[in-house]
């Protein structure tokens, strides 16, 4: 564990004390350190509905307490609860009771005046909703989150080589339904 990023260590030492003497306040520091970014992932997932997203926020922290032996350290923590996120996201989309299916693409960085920036946007968000689910669910992990494909692959539960195919398929789609912006290389996509 010595190799590891402080970060981690410090996630494996609240999980390991929530674990062994049902510490709560340990589990809440791990709430708090990564309530963020399961937000941002839901929201995303969810076309910006914060309501909805911070219902499922708690609802993925609820079964991370209740699950949280099953835990076994393989992954990152916060990978972990990405995928019981996406879980929950998808339970709930197939409850009918959301009406997101897609993702938005709000994390392009551009070198454009404000106005083309937005117009930007929204062609992206437009461009994002033309590829498949899982081409959008990968890149919203893999570009939006800043997972590695095999974080990515965990969250999805898909094979690795099928999140490979869906972010460089899904890379490519976008820059063709993008290319009247052509000054945007794939690279400034994402990787």
């Known amino acids: 564990m010595a190799d590891q990023p402080a970060s981690v260590q410090v996630d494996h030492s609240l999980v390991a004390r929530a674990l062994l003497t049902d510490d709560r306040r340990a589990f809440e520091q791990l709430m708090r350190r990564h309530q963020g ?14 309501a909805k997203a911070d219902d499922l926020a708690q609802e993925t922290f609820l079964l991370a307490w209740r699950k949280l032996h099953q ?37 392009l960085e551009q070198r454009t005046s404000s106005r083309d920036a937005v117009e930007l946007r929204l062609d992206v968000e437009r461009a994002m909703r033309r590829l ?11 570009v939006q989150l800043g ?23 899904g890379k490519a789609k976008l820059c063709e339904l993008l290319a009247d912006w052509q000054s945007t ?4 996509i994402g990787s």
């Open 37 to 50: 970014m399961v937000r941002a992932q839901l929201r995303r997932l969810l076309h910006g509905d914060e």
């Open 71 to 107: 835990f076994r350290g393989e992954a990152r923590f916060s990978t972990w609860l990405y995928r019981i996120a996406y879980s929950c996201f998808l339970q709930d989309r197939r409850k009918g009771s959301s009406a997101a299916e897609d993702i938005d693409g709000d994390t």
């Open 132 to 142: 498949s689910a899982p081409e959008q669910a990968v890149l919203l992990h893999v």
């Open 147 to 169: 997972l590695s494909h095999d974080e990515a692959a965990y969250v999805l539960a898909m094979p690795l080589g099928t999140v490979k195919s869906h972010a460089k398929r």
């Open 185 to 188: 290389s794939p690279e400034e």
